[in-house]
Nanobody, 126 residues
Framework: QVQLVESGGGLVQAGGSLRLSCTAS???????????LAWFRQAPGKEREFVAR????????DYADSVKGRFTISRDNGKSTVYLQMNSLKPEDTAVYYC????????????????WGQGTQVTVSS
């Protein structure tokens, strides 16, 4: 069973930056390298929504329109970790951020069959 643990959330003022990390355990290096990874977020009273994803080999990334140009997803397979660098944060970015993993490809739809982390809270004050 893959375990994902997010970290790096916190309280930041609008315009500030945070970097989220998500580290996987119970995967070998070769296994982890076959997983596509993604970040989703869920604000209070709203559905979980796609933020960014990265392919298994890191050569393709996709972003939600709302974060394009401000957020950057990256991965370090040697550390079994995916990152989300978030710059120019806005109050509407406030949410619990979840990482997801899936062998091969990960959808922009938050399907239950993904592996999920427990989430990390990001709060952006105005």
């Amino acid at each position: 069973q893959v375990q994902l643990v997010e970290s790096g959330g916190g309280l930041v003022q609008a315009g500030g930056s945070l970097r989220l990390s998500c580290t996987a355990s119970r995967l070998t290096f070769n296994q982890y390298a076959q997983y596509a990874l993604a970040w989703f977020r869920q604000a209070p009273g709203k559905e979980r929504e796609f933020v960014a994803r990265i392919s298994w080999n890191g050569d393709r990334t996709d972003y939600a329109d709302s974060v394009k140009g401000r957020f950057t997803i990256s991965r370090d397979n040697g550390k079994s970790t995916v990152y989300l660098q978030m710059n120019s944060l806005k109050p509407e970015d406030t949410a619990v951020y979840y990482c997801a993993a899936r062998a091969g490809a990960v959808s922009v739809i938050p399907v239950a069959s993904n592996y999920w982390g427990q989430g990390t809270q990001v709060t952006v004050s105005s």
